[in-house]
């Protein structure tokens, strides 16, 4: 007598389903198998790439996962830069894309929202009705709001504004067993019991599958103007960010380039940026009136300090400053053909002495090094670049960032300010919260999560 030949994890997914939601196609499967990771990292090809669209798929699936021992690697865009969606061994890539709709409630100031909604699409519909939603990650224009709450997403406005945790007020989830998990209400003061919602915001995907989210939105600001400061000693930069700082006067953001990402832009995709050996991008927005005055004030400092100012005169010569930000991806890109970005943060307090550091440990190891970020509050982007074609380089790269690491967290800093932790930091989170932290992180995964099937071998080790 023949036994009953067991189901596969794919066929039981497409019953419940339907065949146009699962594809098991192995280009599909190898393409949904990347990010925008830049180094080398282990893969897997995936079983499948699932598309729910509701709530219950995601509950479905879940369900057949869980019983059937089969590990869920979500995605939103596959923007991330450490590895978050990567498939570390054969089980399902679960994207969002097509859980794409979102409701605003105007007079709540509030909007519930799927994963799969394209950052950029949602900020400019708020915005169309005098709302503002500020997490502004430099890949707001594809990433997804999924994405930023798995990373706890930031970007330059973040620091007047707060990053994604600020306006997640609560979520809904799927869990262990396919088990749905509401946490948070639309209000803006809830202290009711342990603060879930906060948990799942930056869990990179390892507590459970998002399905929506309950996002506040803030008034939009009526008017904003931007500054560029340029300086000719680095030891200045930390000195007219502490007197901007102690002046009264808040920006919405601050950004810093050094000489390096200075040449970088203008060699890639030339503004205008005059050549020095830093520059601040100063932006501060609010009522007209007060807006005129806070850069006024901010220019009157820098000046006195000897620094050269500039103040965009249209919006056009605004938007071509932050242009020159917002390139300086691909355009160290163009420098070498590897780079290892790390966004470490450290306290402002610090940033002039560390700095120099930081560029002692590229001269040690022979290689670029090109530091920009959100200096405003303390997050830095350190890149060190290097040639994939020559191995060594890239284990000098490597030996690199663990000092580039080690001296973040004796400044009393964090090895990453918005990227996450994903694949390529696991091994620094535990120097950063030591053997009885690490091992609260494992048990909260393993109550989420006890079959560890949630996004394995991301964030902790279980």
Not at 56 to 84: H, M, Q, W
Not at 126 to 136: H, I, M, T
Not at 411 to 436: C, D, M, P
Request: aromatic letters at 8%; charged letters at 25%.
């Amino acid at each position: 007598m023949f036994g009953i030949l067991k189901k596969k994890p794919t066929d039981r997914l497409i019953e419940v389903l339907g065949k146009g939601k699962v594809n098991t196609s192995l280009v599909e499967r190898k393409l949904y198998s990347y990010d925008a990771t830049p180094i080398p990292i282990e893969r897997a090809v995936p079983l499948a790439v699932v598309f729910p669209e509701s709530h219950e798929d995601v509950v479905k699936l879940v369900k057949v996962c869980y019983e059937e021992n089969v590990p869920i690697f979500p995605r939103g865009a596959g923007s991330g830069l450490t590895g978050g969606a990567v498939p570390t061994k054969e089980g399902l890539v679960v994207s969002f894309e097509r859980m794409n709709k979102f409701e605003v409630n105007l007079d709540n100031a509030t909007a519930e929202v799927q994963p799969g909604v394209i950052t950029s699409q949602f900020q400019n519909y708020v915005e169309s009705l005098g709302l503002f939603y500020p997490p502004d990650p430099s890949s707001f224009k594809y990433s997804t709001i999924g994405g930023n709450i798995a990373e706890n997403a930031g970007g330059p406005r973040c620091l007047k504004y707060g990053v994604t945790r600020e306006y997640v007020l609560g979520l809904t989830a799927v869990i262990k067993e396919g088990q749905t998990l509401k946490t948070g209400n639309p209000v803006i003061k809830d202290v009711a019991g342990y603060d879930i919602t906060k948990l799942f915001v930056g869990s990179e995907g390892t507590l459970g599958l998002i399905t929506s989210a309950t996002l506040k939105l803030i008034p939009k600001p009526k008017a904003r103007a931007t500054l560029l400061a340029l300086f000719n000693r680095l030891e200045d930069v930390g000195k007219a960010v502490t007197k901007i700082f102690t002046s009264g006067v808040f920006p919405s953001a601050l950004e810093f380039m050094d000489s390096e990402a200075i040449k970088a832009v203008e060699d890639y995709k030339p503004v205008g940026l005059p050549r020095a050996e830093a520059l601040l991008l100063i932006e501060v927005d609010g009522p007209p009136k007060s807006v005129l005055e806070d850069i006024k004030e901010i220019e009157e400092l820098l000046k006195s300090m000897g620094v050269e100012v500039k103040v965009a005169s249209s919006k056009e010569e605004e938007e071509k400053l932050w242009s020159a930000r917002k390139s300086l991806g691909p355009a160290l890109g163009n420098l070498r053909s590897g780079k290892i970005n790390e966004d470490i943060v450290i306290p402002r307090i610090y940033l002039s002495e560390a700095i120099p550091e930081f560029r002692k440990i590229a001269k040690k190891y022979n290689l670029p090094m090109v530091i920009f970020g959100h200096i405003g509050d303390g997050n830095l982007h350190v890149n060190l670049l290097y040639d994939k074609a020559k191995k060594q380089e890239e284990e000098r790269a490597e030996r690199a960032v663990d000092e580039v690491f080690e001296l973040t967290l004796r400044y009393a800093g964090s090895i990453t300010g918005e990227h996450g932790v994903g694949l390529t930091k696991k091994k620094f989170l535990r120097w950063q919260f030591g053997e009885v932290g690490y091992e609260l992180l494992k048990g909260i995964k393993l109550l989420f999560d006890p079959k560890n099937l949630f996004n394995p071998g991301k964030v902790i080790e279980v």
